[in-house]
């Protein structure tokens, strides 16, 4: 049954610390339950029919189906975060400061929530057909009994849901002046990391030279495996021995958000319908 | 791809002078009873090749190796294949996560 929990927690922590920072960040905006929860739904169904279909997609392009999947799924989630983060760049201190509740509701509107959905959504689907496919494998074996995979399995669910709460309530701990300071940068970080783990898979496939192996190896010190690392492998991409390309992929995400929020917040200061700051 | 095959073809060509050459398959691990089968496999150091994974159990298994940096699950009666390499020589090691206290095994590069 712990073996089964360990196996169900590692899949799920990813996805959990996804869906964690997304409603961090959206704290406050109208309905992001709906949004959220609604992405959630969603990646399971689409884990469903993912678990269905993974032999063919394992087979498609000569073996690389699943690895040019996954770098797909990961290149649309980084391009929703980027929306995300470029447009609160836009219009997050309008937001803040815009004490006119109706502005606020028409701006909170234009919000790309859906594209935080979407990452919720790509985040659970990655993750949970892998999740189903062992599941299905323990059922249809009988491997250990029925009561080691649902104690197992809702164990591993649980805490994986436990470390995602934990984050939650430790970030809702930051003072409010820091805090979508602070979720902002999360997401950067998230976005770049994804970014980062997109090469990996077009590595994976042939697609994309690796460009040097273990660019750096940490293995010794921070085993990517350990709890910590796991952690630190969702929320800021931590790799114990990248490759280049990787780290590439990392720095050059970063920089381009960078770029675009800084683009977006110098055109968008002389905004004639608004008092000055 | 072909661009993979016409490499592959190009340095056949390259080492022909240098035998037995190494096909374009690479060499083939078999699950079985939650156990690899060879434990033990060969691949040459400084090239591409392919590592295919046949499951021949029911339940699914997951080919794990931090050091290959590979992840990927095997259904029950599946096959996967990997693109690996080019590799230094060495010893990788590689687990099934899913029955990690058997399913273990090295690749042997060099």
Same mark, same amino acid.
């Given at each position: 049954?712990?073996?089964?929990?360990?196996?169900?927690?590692?899949?799920?922590?990813?996805?959990?610390?996804?869906?964690?920072?997304?409603?961090?960040?959206?704290?406050?905006?109208?309905?992001? +339950?709906?949004?959220?929860?609604? /992405?959630? *739904?969603? !990646? @399971?169904?689409?884990?469903?029919? $993912? &678990?269905? =279909?993974?032999? %063919?997609?394992?087979?498609?392009?000569?073996?690389?189906?699943?690895?040019?999947?996954?770098?797909?799924?990961?290149?649309?989630?980084?391009?929703?975060?980027?929306?995300?983060?470029?447009?609160?760049?836009?219009?997050?201190?309008?937001?803040?400061?815009?004490?006119?509740?109706?502005?606020?509701?028409?701006?909170?509107?234009?919000?790309?929530?859906?594209?935080?959905?979407?990452?919720?959504?790509?985040?659970?689907?990655?993750?949970?057909?892998?999740?189903?496919?062992?599941?299905?494998?323990?059922?249809?074996?009988?491997?250990?009994?029925?009561?080691?995979?649902?104690?197992?399995? +809702?164990?591993?669910?649980?805490? /994986?849901? *436990?470390? !995602? @709460?934990?984050?939650?309530?430790? $970030? &809702?701990? =930051?003072?409010? %002046?820091?805090?979508?300071?602070?979720?902002?940068?999360?997401?950067?970080?998230?976005?770049?990391?994804?970014?980062?783990?997109?090469?990996?898979?077009?590595?994976?496939?042939?697609?994309?030279?690796?460009?040097?192996?273990?660019?750096?190896?940490?293995?010794?010190?921070?085993?990517?495996?350990?709890?910590?690392?796991?952690?630190?492998?969702?929320?800021?991409?931590?790799?114990?021995?990248?490759?280049?390309?990787?780290?590439?992929?990392?720095?050059?995400?970063?920089?381009?958000?960078?770029?675009?929020?800084?683009?977006?917040?110098?055109?968008?200061?002389?905004?004639?319908?608004?008092?000055?700051? | 791809?072909?661009?993979?095959?016409?490499?592959?073809?190009?340095?056949?060509?390259?080492?022909?002078?240098?035998?037995?050459?190494?096909?374009?398959?690479?060499?083939?691990?078999?699950?079985?009873?939650?156990?690899?089968?060879?434990?033990?496999?060969?691949?040459?150091?400084?090239?591409?090749?392919?590592?295919?994974?046949?499951?021949?159990?029911?339940?699914?298994?997951?080919?794990?190796?931090?050091?290959?940096?590979?992840?990927?699950?095997?259904?029950?009666?599946?096959?996967?294949?990997?693109?690996?390499?080019?590799?230094?020589?060495?010893?990788?090691?590689?687990?099934?996560?899913?029955?990690?206290?058997?399913?273990?095994?090295?690749?042997?590069?060099?």
């Amino acid at each position: 049954m712990w073996g089964i929990a360990v196996i169900v927690f590692r899949e799920v922590l990813e996805a959990a610390l996804i869906i964690t920072i997304v409603m961090a960040a959206s704290r406050g905006a109208q309905h992001r +339950g709906r949004w959220v929860f609604g /992405g959630v *739904l969603l !990646g @399971l169904l689409g884990s469903l029919v $993912l &678990a269905l =279909i993974a032999d %063919r997609l394992a087979q498609a392009v000569e073996g690389v189906g699943q690895e040019l999947f996954n770098a797909w799924v990961l290149l649309v989630a980084v391009g929703m975060l980027t929306w995300h983060s470029v447009w609160m760049q836009q219009h997050g201190r309008e937001m803040a400061r815009d004490m006119n509740q109706l502005g606020r509701e028409v701006l909170e509107g234009q919000r790309p929530l859906h594209g935080l959905s979407v990452v919720v959504g790509l985040a659970v689907l990655r993750e949970g057909s892998e999740l189903i496919l062992f599941l299905y494998g323990l059922v249809s074996a009988e491997e250990g009994g029925l009561m080691a995979l649902f104690g197992g399995g +809702g164990l591993g669910l649980l805490l /994986g849901a *436990l470390v !995602g @709460l934990v984050l939650y309530f430790g $970030l &809702a701990k =930051i003072p409010l %002046r820091y805090f979508f300071s602070v979720t902002g940068l999360l997401i950067l970080f998230l976005t770049a990391g994804l970014a980062a783990q997109a090469a990996a898979f077009l590595v994976e496939a042939d697609w994309l030279p690796a460009l040097g192996q273990g660019v750096w190896d940490t293995s010794e010190w921070l085993p990517e495996k350990s709890l910590i690392g796991q952690i630190l492998h969702a929320l800021v991409g931590y790799v114990d021995h990248p490759d280049g390309i990787e780290v590439l992929f990392y720095i050059g995400t970063l920089l381009l958000t960078h770029l675009m929020m800084r683009m977006v917040a110098h055109s968008s200061r002389p905004n004639p319908g608004h008092k000055g700051a | 791809m072909s661009s993979l095959r016409l490499t592959a073809a190009s340095l056949v060509l390259a080492c022909s002078s240098m035998a037995p050459l190494f096909a374009a398959e690479g060499p083939t691990l078999v699950i079985r009873n939650h156990h690899f089968e060879p434990e033990e496999v060969m691949a040459p150091a400084g090239q591409k090749f392919k590592l295919i994974v046949r499951n021949e159990d029911a339940t699914p298994e997951e080919f794990e190796s931090k050091t290959l940096k590979r992840e990927k699950v095997v259904k029950g009666h599946g096959e996967i294949v990997m693109n690996l390499g080019p590799l230094e020589a060495g010893t990788y090691d590689f687990v099934g996560e899913f029955h990690e206290s058997t399913a273990k095994g090295r690749l042997v590069v060099r």
